[in-house]
C-alpha cells in the first residue's frame, strides 16, 4: 500500500520543515468523518486564509493561464499566494505554486486513509518569461498531507529543500526574496503553517 509520506521530496540542499497537528478519536466512525472533513479542507485552496486566520497569506486557485478557479486542488493546477509581506516584481506582488502530484484514498475499514498534495515554485503563469515567482527556488517544495491513521487524523506540511531564490532574479526580488526567506527560516512562516495545519482539523 502507498503512503502519502512517500510523495516528499528528499531532502538534499537548504533547510527542511515539518509541522502537524493531531487529533484523537472514540471511534473509527468518528475519525473518518473528521478526516473526511479535513481532506475537504484542505482541497478547498480558496479557504485556507479563513483556516489560518487574521493576518495569513491568501491562496487562490486558479488555471494554468493564471485565471482564478473555484473548486477543489487538483494535480496540475495552480494557485498564487499573497503574502502580508512586500511581494515580488517576478509575480507582480504574488508568489506562485503548481500542485505537482496529488495522492489519495478513502476506505473506513482500512488501516489509514488520506489526501497528499505536493506544491512546487513556478514562474508567473500570466507572463512570458521563465523567472520563477516565489521567495525559494524551484527545488524547494511543500508537501500537505491529511491522513487518517487508525483513530487519529492529522494535518502536515513538510517543507523541503527550502533555498532562497537569489539568483537569476531582478535586484529588487534578490533582495526581497532573501529577506523573506531568512524570515521563513527564523521562524516567522511556522506559526502561519502551525494555524493551517490546525485550521484543517478543527
Do not use: C
Amino acid at each position: 500500500m502507498k503512503r502519502p509520506e512517500d510523495i516528499i521530496a528528499t531532502q538534499q540542499t537548504g533547510r527542511a520543515t515539518d509541522f502537524m497537528e493531531s487529533r484523537d478519536y472514540s471511534t473509527i466512525k468518528e475519525a473518518h468523518e473528521n478526516f473526511k472533513k479535513a481532506a475537504r479542507r484542505l482541497l478547498l485552496v480558496n479557504e485556507w486564509h479563513q483556516y489560518a486566520g487574521v493576518g495569513s497569506a491568501v491562496f487562490s486557485l486558479t488555471n494554468n493561464e493564471g485565471i482564478e478557479a473555484d473548486g477543489f486542488a487538483q494535480e496540475g493546477a495552480l494557485f498564487s499566494i499573497n503574502l502580508p509581506a512586500p511581494g515580488s516584481d517576478a509575480g507582480d506582488g504574488l508568489e506562485w505554486v503548481m500542485i505537482e502530484r496529488m495522492e489519495a484514498f478513502e476506505d473506513e475499514h482500512a488501516i489509514e486513509e488520506y489526501v497528499a498534495m505536493l506544491v512546487r515554485p513556478i514562474p508567473d503563469p500570466r507572463k512570458a518569461d521563465a523567472e520563477i515567482a516565489h521567495f525559494y527556488k524551484d527545488v524547494s517544495t511543500n508537501t500537505l498531507i491529511v491522513k487518517r491513521k487508525g483513530k487519529t487524523v492529522s494535518a502536515a506540511v513538510h517543507g523541503r529543500n527550502e533555498t532562497p531564490n537569489n539568483s537569476n532574479v531582478g535586484l529588487h526580488d534578490k533582495v526581497r526574496n532573501t529577506v523573506v526567506a531568512l524570515s521563513a527560516r527564523i521562524g516567522l512562516a511556522g506559526p502561519q503553517w502551525k494555524k493551517l495545519v490546525k485550521g484543517f482539523l478543527e
